[in-house]
């Protein structure tokens, strides 16, 4: 008699992008599914050669990404065993992509239901996807496909040209180089600009014996103040110290300030930057984590916010209802609207996904911030209030507008404002930035007399366009098209990696060789450098996710006359050489002297002959203060990342160095050089350099500096227990490794001990 053996029950494979989703998802779903993660894209078009067969239909050549084979079997391994397949990747054209290759690779049918999408990663949105599956949409693949297509073109036929003309390791793209023109575009302006002087004239007014409250002139007989020149300037103000002054007309209004949407992918990555510091890099690789799932100890991995890749400003009804709840539960019903607030979408969005929101108003910033590193915390701070003001009332202030009559000839005005309700502010003034400040005026009425105390003439200069930041850049490049929201981010990092770009104080300044190459593509190649062919390119992809138009079709209008130009452009073009800029430093290792390079991390010099010299040197930026310990110059310089500290300009023989500007000023108690210490939000702090000094007694860098010592301690603790460092090759087959013993060796005996413990 044979003895019976169990089989192993069969469950539902759901495949997701990443790790923390699957973790996150597993719990939710329970022990009759398994959740593995593709880690992204499986297959892609080869990097060794173009990958496109343009002359049949423009067929792309996929192959299984390098490193990946592995990870594909242990997949395999899993659909085999499994009773049904579900792709679950990112709701957005790549995830659908994704989800298309993997049918792909475990023989799926694609026009079966096996795709499921979710706009969060909660219970409820997980359980209601699982019930919803429907076939993969290939229209959206199709226009992913189109995309990436596009782009190979652009980047496999015109890079090779740069090379040949101008430097090896350059490249070109559809959206990269668009973008430089730009950023060369707005230098431009910033170089041809002519600042023109002008003044303006502030008033110290009073009533009586009120206060002194500040007024500014507008008019001079009947037209706009226009002050050129100081002798203009010294004689107006002579002439209205003459006059007497009077109220003429005053009037009081209520000013309602409303409450911004919930953030979109471009709104949160610009306010992301403006009031966080961060890149959009950072800010999207934070975002994803909170999205995935952060581990929140007896709750285990829960996703924080929605999808994070949306143009979209719409949001739930049930998610509305939850944060009006919470409002009317915190603060009170005056805070809460009639109707729920609802946010018109602009013009070019597709709306497919809602806008990036908490999952639930109930885990506020405070309940979770133990859970999140810092940088995590400040972002979900930041999209948890700008999501609970959106369903806030506006807040009101009571304004005041007084003009005031100067003699005959002038005319003075002066302004107020309170604030009357908080409304939205009460959550979310703080991350905001400047608080609005509540500028009083003493009680005036029509024809009452003032006493002037004080004329302020002051002289100002216009000022150029200012330089791109990165919230400034990604504003710009959404309202011209440029891209899509979830490739701001790639797009910044190339054109900086590639050196066309540098970040110089928080903005952007095109090099001499972004200069160059966007010239020479203005030149010969318009369309790839013109804003609108780009923008229209970005819709006619849309119009392909619609269905409205065929892949093939775009494919086949761009190569045409690309590959015309292209020719042309090989044959016209000469070697083109790089300006260079010759120092008066000489090399010491061949006496030649060295010239100003561009790389990634800002100016160096180097020798001029290269290959057979490669000396480099960085360009040392002199303080003018002398080295404490002994005596030489201190220098500006810079760290691999591109951060500023100061040190001593006989390095490596002195060590000295700061992370505070050092300046010309002395200290009053000993006479040493004095230290500006800079804080994130702006503010400096002055002190003594030296530790000994009297005036360092309980002053608040002391506390500061403890503060850095004691991190740089643990850092340095930490290191000194790590194990000695792997090579990246080493460390990328552990990994795989990892992956695969994972997927292949979580085998049901595991899981069906835990699910017989919590039953």
């Known amino acids: 008699m044979k003895k019976s053996t169990k089989s192993t029950p069969k469950k539902t494979l759901v495949l997701v992008e990443s790790p923390a989703k699957a973790k996150t998802i597993e719990k939710y779903l329970g022990r009759n599914y398994v959740v593995r993660a593709s880690m992204g894209h499986l297959r892609d078009l080869p990097k060794s050669q173009f990958g496109i067969d343009v002359d049949h239909d423009f067929a792309p050549k996929y192959i299984n990404i390098r490193g990946k084979g592995d990870l594909i079997k242990a997949l395999k391994k899993e659909a085999r065993n499994a009773t049904k397949i579900y792709l679950a990747s990112d709701p957005d054209r790549e995830g659908e992509a994704i989800a298309w290759h993997l049918s792909h690779i475990l023989g799926l049918d694609p026009m079966t239901d096996c795709r499921i999408v979710f706009n969060e990663i909660t219970k409820p949105a997980i359980k209601e996807a699982v019930k919803n599956p429907r076939p993969i949409n290939i229209d959206r693949v199709d226009a992913q496909q189109a995309r990436r297509m596009l782009d190979r073109i652009v980047g496999y036929k015109l890079s090779p040209l740069l090379w040949r003309k101008v430097r090896k390791g350059l490249s070109a793209g559809r959206v990269?180089?668009?973008?430089?023109?730009?950023?060369?575009?707005?230098?431009?302006?910033?170089?041809?600009?002519?600042?023109?002087?002008?003044?303006?004239?502030?008033?110290?007014?009073?009533?009586?014996?009120?206060?002194?409250?500040?007024?500014?002139?507008?008019?001079?007989?009947?037209?706009?103040?226009?002050?050129?020149?100081?002798?203009?300037?010294?004689?107006?103000?002579?002439?209205?110290?003459?006059?007497?002054?009077?109220?003429?007309?005053?009037?009081?209004?209520?000013?309602?300030?409303?409450?911004?949407?919930?953030?979109?992918?471009s709104s949160m990555q610009q306010d992301a930057a403006r009031k966080l510091g961060f890149t959009s890099r950072k800010t999207m690789m934070l975002a994803q984590q909170l999205y995935e799932g952060i581990d929140l100890g007896r709750k285990g991995p829960v996703g924080l916010i929605t999808y994070m890749r949306t143009d979209s400003t719409r949001i739930s009804a049930l998610a509305q209802q939850e944060a009006r709840g919470f409002v009317e539960q915190e603060f009170g019903a005056a805070y809460i609207p009639e109707k729920p607030n609802?946010?018109?979408?602009?013009?070019?969005?597709?709306?497919?996904?809602?806008?990036?929101?908490?999952?639930?108003?109930?885990?506020?910033?405070?309940?979770?911030?133990?859970?999140?590193?810092?940088?995590?915390?400040?972002?979900?701070?930041?999209?948890?209030?700008?999501?609970?003001?959106?369903?806030?009332?506006?807040?009101?202030?009571?304004?005041?507008?007084?003009?005031?009559?100067?003699?005959?000839?002038?005319?003075?005005?002066?302004?107020?404002?309170?604030?009357?309700?908080?409304?939205?502010?009460?959550?979310?003034?703080?991350?905001?930035?400047k608080k609005e400040k509540d500028v009083l005026l003493p009680e005036l009425a029509a024809g009452d007399a003032l006493e002037l105390n004080k004329t302020l003439p002051q002289?100002?200069?216009?000022?150029?366009?200012?330089?791109?930041?990165?919230?400034?850049?990604?504003?710009?490049?959404?309202?011209?098209?440029?891209?899509?929201?979830?490739?701001?981010?790639?797009?910044?990092?190339?054109?900086?990696?590639?050196?066309?770009?540098?970040?110089?104080?928080?903005?952007?300044?095109?090099?001499?060789?972004?200069?160059?190459?966007?010239?020479?593509?203005?030149?010969?190649?318009?369309?790839?450098?013109?804003?609108?062919?780009?923008?229209?390119?970005?819709?006619?992809?849309?119009?392909?996710?619609?269905?409205?138009?065929?892949?093939?079709?775009?494919?086949?209008?761009?190569?045409?006359?690309?590959?015309?130009?292209?020719?042309?452009?090989?044959?016209?073009?000469?070697?083109?050489?790089?300006?260079?800029?010759?120092?008066?430093?000489?090399?010491?290792?061949?006496?030649?002297?060295?010239?100003?390079?561009?790389?990634?991390?800002?100016?160096?010099?180097?020798?001029?002959?290269?290959?057979?010299?490669?000396?480099?040197?960085?360009?040392?930026?002199?303080?003018?203060?002398?080295?404490?310990?002994?005596?030489?110059?201190?220098?500006?310089?810079?760290?691999?990342?591109?951060?500023?500290?100061?040190?001593?300009?006989?390095?490596?023989?002195?060590?000295?160095?700061?992370?505070?500007?050092?300046?010309?000023?002395?200290?009053e108690k000993c006479g040493a050089f004095m230290l500006k210490h800079h804080y994130k939000n702006g503010r400096a702090l002055l002190y003594c350099s030296n530790d000994a000094c009297e005036s360092r007694i309980d002053h608040p860098i002391n506390k500061e500096l403890a503060k850095l010592k004691e991190k740089a301690a643990a850092k340095a603790e930490a290191a000194a227990t790590e194990k000695p460092a792997e090579t990246p090759a080493k460390t990328a087959k552990k990994a795989a490794a990892k992956t695969v013993k994972k997927t292949t060796k979580k085998t049901a005996k595991k899981p069906a001990k835990k699910t017989t413990k919590k039953s």
């Open 176 to 265: 990269q180089s668009v973008t430089v023109k730009i950023i060369c575009d707005r230098e431009k302006e910033v170089q041809s600009f002519v600042s023109e002087e002008y003044w303006t004239v502030g008033l110290k007014l009073r009533k009586e014996k009120s206060s002194l409250f500040e007024a500014e002139l507008s008019t001079v007989d009947g037209k706009k103040l226009e002050i050129h020149d100081k002798v203009q300037a010294d004689s107006l103000v002579a002439d209205l110290e003459k006059q007497s002054f009077a109220v003429q007309e005053v009037k009081k209004r209520q000013r309602q300030r409303k409450p911004a949407a919930p953030f979109t992918t």
């Open 342 to 433: 609802v946010y018109a979408a602009g013009k070019k969005a597709q709306d497919a996904h809602e806008a990036i929101r908490p999952t639930s108003t109930e885990m506020a910033p405070d309940e979770v911030e133990k859970f999140l590193s810092k940088d995590q915390f400040k972002l979900y701070r930041l999209i948890w209030q700008r999501f609970v003001a959106s369903q806030m009332t506006p807040a009101v202030y009571d304004t005041l507008s007084v003009a005031i009559q100067a003699g005959s000839r002038y005319l003075c005005k002066a302004s107020g404002s309170q604030l009357k309700f908080a409304g939205f502010t009460a959550v979310y003034a703080g991350v905001e930035g």
């Open 459 to 667: 002289q100002h200069f216009t000022e150029p366009p200012p330089r791109y930041n990165e919230a400034s850049l990604v504003k710009t490049l959404e309202e011209k098209e440029i891209g899509r929201p979830s490739t701001y981010a790639p797009i910044i990092e190339t054109i900086l990696a590639r050196g066309y770009v540098i970040r110089q104080d928080k903005h952007f300044q095109p090099t001499e060789l972004g200069f160059v190459v966007v010239d020479m593509l203005e030149e010969y190649f318009k369309n790839i450098v013109d804003v609108k062919f780009t923008a229209g390119l970005e819709n006619e992809l849309d119009e392909i996710a619609e269905g409205r138009i065929e892949k093939n079709d775009l494919l086949r209008n761009f190569y045409g006359p690309f590959e015309a130009t292209l020719e042309k452009a090989d044959e016209a073009i000469g070697h083109v050489e790089l300006p260079v800029e010759v120092s008066d430093v000489q090399c010491e290792l061949c006496g030649r002297m060295m010239v100003v390079k561009q790389g990634r991390y800002g100016k160096f010099l180097a020798c001029p002959g290269f290959p057979e010299c490669r000396n480099t040197k960085p360009i040392l930026k002199e303080t003018g203060v002398a080295c404490p310990k002994c005596g030489g110059s201190i220098v500006e310089r810079r760290t691999k990342r591109g951060r500023t500290f100061y040190g001593c300009k006989n390095y490596p023989a002195c060590d000295y160095v700061t992370w505070d500007t050092p300046l010309k000023d002395t200290c």
